[in-house]
């Protein structure tokens, strides 16, 4: 499960992507991570299938077939076809509830003056390092709870990565959401391994509008462990397109040794040698340096955000008249009232004939 999450999520956001859905589309689907559940349908179907190619086998072991098919003469094939369908609707009708369909109801004008912030969070296993307590990566998560806090009129986006980079939630005014994707970060969901902070920033860059040469920014949070000669050369790039990028040093220089849950240990190189994981500092630095971002090396939470916002307010910020949907419309309970009615269906709904007179 913790390699094919990573698909998953992906597979996901191109759902969003290809339908065009966004909280502010007439009808859409809240949770859209529901609808990939809608697979298990052609499934459904072969399992259906081979029930029928068991029933044929069963009727030729049995003996004479016509004798077989005088004592199931009350056997009805199409009415077991519809107890299929029944249940087969039911399901598709529960994946569809649970996915929530909703509309926009009562709307209020709102004007937003603010910035696009992507957070880029490392999810590699050294942020599991107990430098800093509890470890890293928890620390990283208390910090974005934080600064998502001060922005309540800033859209926001989130990137995990590590040995590769995934877009886990584009740019967005629904920071609840924003929060969840964030408590759910972890190791698994990048099976991956390494620190590619060029790709984080490549794909971070991808949720801005690329008309824009303003309101933009990225706040890149990592242990900046390995290396990436590909990434200031990018940010170079980035700075002439208008993107700040404040970076977020978690660990120490001294480094710390990386918890193997598998070992209940520490992690070791081939030669058995205790890995011990290092903040690079340098590589971050000279980032924010070449976009007008700040580095921070993460050891206060508030005078981190404090500094993050104080270097955020330097950006122009603009001022749409967003027309902003507070209140919804939703519709699951239909689905979930068609579902509970095939299953009362299915399970009255005789396999034998009717009987006539």
């Not at 179907?45 to 003996?63: D, P, Q």
Request: hydrophobic letters at 45%; glycine letters at 6%; charged letters at 20%.
């Amino acid at each position: 499960m913790s390699f094919t999450r990573p698909f998953w999520l992906l597979f996901c956001y191109s759902i969003r992507t290809l339908l065009g859905i966004n909280t502010t589309s007439l009808y859409h689907f809240q949770h859209i991570e529901y609808l990939p559940g809608l697979a298990a349908l052609p499934l459904a179907a072969g399992l259906y299938m081979l029930a029928l190619y068991w029933k044929k086998r069963a009727v030729k072991k049995i003996g004479d077939e016509k004798l077989v098919s005088q004592l199931i003469r009350n056997y009805s094939p199409f009415h077991f076809l519809l107890k299929f369908l029944f249940l087969a609707v039911a399901l598709a009708a529960i994946i569809l509830g649970a996915a929530n369909l909703r509309s926009p109801d009562a709307m209020e004008n709102v004007s937003r003056k603010g910035v696009d912030v992507v957070i880029a969070i490392d999810v590699s296993k050294s942020m599991l390092a107990e430098d800093i307590k509890p470890n890293r990566l928890e620390r990283a998560r208390q910090l974005v709870y934080k600064l998502m806090d001060k922005l309540p009129d800033d859209r926001l986006g989130l990137v995990l990565f590590a040995g590769r980079a995934y877009m886990q939630m584009p740019l967005t005014t629904d920071h609840s959401a924003a929060r969840m994707y964030v408590q759910q970060a972890g190791p698994d969901v990048v099976p991956t391994q390494g620190t590619v902070i060029a790709e984080a920033l490549r794909t971070s860059n991808m949720a801005f509008n690329s008309k824009e040469r303003k309101f933009k920014s990225i706040v890149l949070i990592t242990d900046g462990e390995d290396h990436d000669p590909q990434a200031i050369p990018l940010a170079q790039q980035m700075a002439e397109d208008g993107v700040m990028i404040n970076t977020i040093g978690i660990g120490s220089p001294e480094g710390s040794p990386i918890p193997d849950p598998v070992t209940n240990g520490f992690k070791r190189d081939e030669a058995g040698n205790t890995i011990i994981s290092k903040l690079n500092e340098a590589e971050l630095q000279q980032l924010a340096a070449l976009t007008k971002g700040t580095y921070i090396r993460l050891n206060d939470i508030d005078e981190a955000v404090d500094a993050i916002m104080k270097q955020l307010g330097t950006i122009e910020r603009t001022s749409p008249d967003d027309s902003a949907f507070r209140d919804y419309k939703n519709y699951f309970q239909w689905f979930l009232f068609l579902a509970l009615v095939l299953l009362v269906a299915e399970f009255f709904f005789p396999e034998r004939k009717w009987k006539t007179a």
